[in-house]
């Protein structure tokens, strides 16, 4: 497999039309259990003329002991950055695409504070389709760009932060739940979980408003 280096090649050019970028991606949207996540990094022209950090790609081509470093690194060469969440019972609610907005207008609001100017700002997200303008409660200017994650270091650095930070929180999860081993799976529907939930049913957090039993085993 030919692993592609992100670079900030668009971000570059993007941001000689707009004062600033904020990238979003997310992580755990087809989890059986657990909330998902966006993670959100701003990048401001300083950042990029830096350097991309070292050993940073999309998460799932970064090994699962090296996260953690690239994920520091990544928080400390963007300006700022947040992960957002949405709930197991809200994605139960509102449905997960509702729900993805919510976690990527909170993780906005978190990354800006009263520093950055959202408004101002070109968001950029990993896909083809604009989750979060039909959520957020400001306008916002927003480019769906299938393969960010891999192309775009600025999205690169939110996938990673949002994969560390959500399989943290699985892991913790665990220690609740031990027989749906979330600390090796984070949630997804590895044999072993779908065995614990036949044998155990669903926890608080499952997703229980999906056909869980004849969701596809990932692992």
């Known amino acids: 497999m030919v ?34 996540a966006v993670g959100a990094t701003v990048v401001d022209a300083a950042a990029a003329r830096r350097r991309v950090p070292h050993g940073l790609r999309d998460s799932k081509l970064v090994p699962e002991k090296r996260r953690p470093e690239v994920a520091e690194r990544a928080g400390a060469w963007a300006p700022a950055s947040a992960v957002g969440w949405a709930a197991s019972t809200e994605i139960d609610e509102i449905g997960i695409m509702r729900a993805l907005g ?29 989750y979060v303008s039909a959520v957020h409660p400001a306008p916002l200017t927003v480019r769906s760009i299938i393969k960010a ?3 775009c270091a600025s999205v690169a650095a ?7 930070a959500r399989d943290a929180l699985m892991v913790e999860l665990s220690g609740e739940y031990p027989d749906y081993q979330w600390e090796r799976n984070k949630g997804y529907a590895s044999p072993e979980h779908r065995e614990a939930i036949r044998r155990g049913g669903l926890t608080r957090h499952h997703r229980s408003s999906w056909a869980i039993m004849d969701a596809p085993t990932l692992f």
């Open 158 to 164: 939110a996938s990673v932060l949002a994969k560390v």
């Open 3 to 36: 692993v592609v280096e992100p670079s900030l090649v668009l971000e570059r050019r993007l941001l000689r039309e707009h004062a600033l970028l904020i990238a979003l991606d997310e992580v755990g949207r087809g989890a059986l259990a657990g909330p998902v």
């Open 102 to 130: 919510l976690a990527a207008s909170r993780a906005i609001t978190a990354a800006c504070g009263e520093v950055w100017d959202a408004s101002a700002a070109l968001v950029i997200l990993d896909g083809n389709h604009d």
């Open 149 to 151: 994650d891999r192309d």
